[in-house]
């Protein structure tokens, strides 16, 4: 196990090396130097910003030189400090000389979206398995039909726009649900159930928005996934020896169906991050999507850079988790026979 | 039945059928927008501002009095533009590097490969965004960004159709005969590793169209006056509790637009794969 780690380990180096390259290779797309095109399109640009991004990318340097800076700040997680006017650290805390802590962007925003990742994700569960098993053990019968019916709107549906018929539905017109934003004004007089239940609840709206799609795609893989199973000897053979249908569903069937669903949790990751800019944004929830919004209307560009890196280096770390867990659940990977 | 009356099997299958006649009839009213829309899309009417679905504005009117309807078809084109220019890119892209890679093998193929990792991890949509901050926003600029952004699908499928053909007796063939490598990667690989990329392309329209529509909602789209699906929405959302109908059909054309396009998608992998197509039987 140990081994099999440390080469996962040496494999996420080349595809660091890639993201580092892929980033800055955005930083120099825009034609001639950032700085003009930031003035181009943005007539607040002043000549003290641009100056401020040609510091923080070196961009008066020698293109090799700046690369070798940019690892460096990909390499110590330092991005810089935003350009808007609250100038806060873009990753982690900063004290500066005079003792005063400013808290990092995305160190507040990211544990906001981790918990709406984590929701999103038990939800998914939750729903798409009963619903896949369903769907594969009545293939091509009503129950099928329907839940078939459902994938395929879920696919369909337009995130955003559900997300405003939802608000405008439960919000406005019947106000069960907060409509924005993570916490009501009294938050802080509540007790800590009260807390919980308040951020559950306007967390409700954008969690449901967010597992929708992945709802959809889960639901259809454990369908197709156990027809595949299902219709192979071993589970023939279990059914001849006379098992109970149920063990052979849950114990026989469902057990390798659900093998292949952990490494597409991992490549999930990077759809459930980026998909996060529209719930948050609608919702106005202050995680990475909003975050991430709003730097990009206000080409607050460490920012970007900065959510960009950090966004990547959390989805290697999560096909490496699902990677692990993979070899953890099927002893075949483990030992280099499968792979 | 339905299989005797078409000779063709991806004729015989009716989620591909009903794919089918969605897209099209979306592509001829997107097509013949400047004959069917009653009115100029982008024509401002203040005396008709935010009028309810009627006879003469079928689907109302919107906050600056333009028809809703109009918009509607002038924004088809638009979503079907994208979506289609979009797919072009990266199914071009994907085929090349695919090609590469599963042909020439040894170091083109770690190269390719690490790049399709690469850009995988990056999260998609963030990718987008950042393009987009770097460059402004247009038509022409989210059409290639999105090309550019999904084209790691099609490269591993095509490298995959050209690593199990090249073991196939009949290219091994042509190569003891002597044929060079483009005439055998354009005239026996590539014809024969066209149908599942023919797939991911009809399901890869269905997402740009969802992208372009939510980056024109979020503002960094289509950019006003011209109309988009995704930007007749964000009026929508603007005046939700006055104007249902601006919200309504957008959504739903995109909807219905996503659903055409996966259908035919999906149709056509069950009609053309003969793995999926024997499942189905059993």
Known sequence: MIKYLLKRLFWMVPLLVGISLVSFLIMHLAPGDITTTEAGFNPKASEESRQKLREIYNLDKPITVQYGLWLNRMATLDFGTSFASHQRPVFWEKTDPQGNVSKGLIQEALPITLLINVLSLTVIIAVALPLGIVSALTQNRPPDRAITLFVFIGFAIPGFWLALVLMYWTGVVNSWLPISGLHSLQYDQMHWLGKVADTLRHLALPVFISSLSGLAGIALFVRNGMLDVLHQDYITTARAKGLPENTVVYRHALRNALLPLITIFGLSIPGLIGGSVIAESIFAIPGMGKLFYDAVLMRDFPVIMGILTIGSALTLLGNLLADLAYAWADPRVRRGVLK | ?282
């Open chain 2, 1 to 282: 039945m339905m299989r005797r009356l078409f000779k063709h099997p991806a004729l015989a299958n009716p989620l591909a059928m009903v794919g089918f006649i969605i897209i099209t009839s979306i592509m001829l009213l997107a097509l013949l927008a400047p004959l069917i829309a009653p009115y100029d899309p982008n024509a401002i009417d203040v005396k008709a501002i935010l009028l309810e679905p009627s006879a003469a504005h079928w689907m109302g009117t919107d906050g600056l009095g333009r028809d809703v309807f109009s918009r509607m078809l002038y924004g088809a084109r638009i979503s079907l533009l994208v979506g289609i220019v979009a797919v072009g890119i990266a199914t071009g892209i994907g085929i090349v590097l695919g090609a590469l890679s599963g042909y020439y093998r040894g170091w083109m193929d770690v190269v390719i490969m690490r790049l399709v990792d690469v850009m995988l991890s990056i999260p998609t949509f963030f990718l987008i965004l950042a393009v987009i901050a770097f460059l402004t926003p247009s038509i022409w600029n989210i059409m290639i960004v999105i090309g550019l952004t999904s084209w790691m699908g099609v490269t591993r499928l095509v490298r995959a159709e050209f690593l199990s053909l090249r073991e196939r007796e009949f290219v091994m063939a042509s190569q003891t005969l002597g044929a060079k490598d483009g005439r055998l990667i354009f005239l026996h690989l590539l014809p024969n590793s066209l149908t599942p990329v023919i797939v991911s392309s009809v399901l890869g329209v269905a997402s740009a169209v969802l992208v372009e529509s939510g980056l024109s909602f979020l503002g960094l789209g289509v950019q006003a006056p011209q109309a988009s699906w995704g930007n007749i929405l964000t009026d929508g959302k603007e005046y939700i509790q006055f104007a249902w109908w601006l919200s309504l059909f957008p959504g739903l054309a995109i909807l219905i637009t996503v659903l055409g396009y996966n259908l035919l998608g999906e149709g056509l992998r069950d009609a053309l794969d003969p793995r999926t197509a024997g499942n189905q039987a059993r």
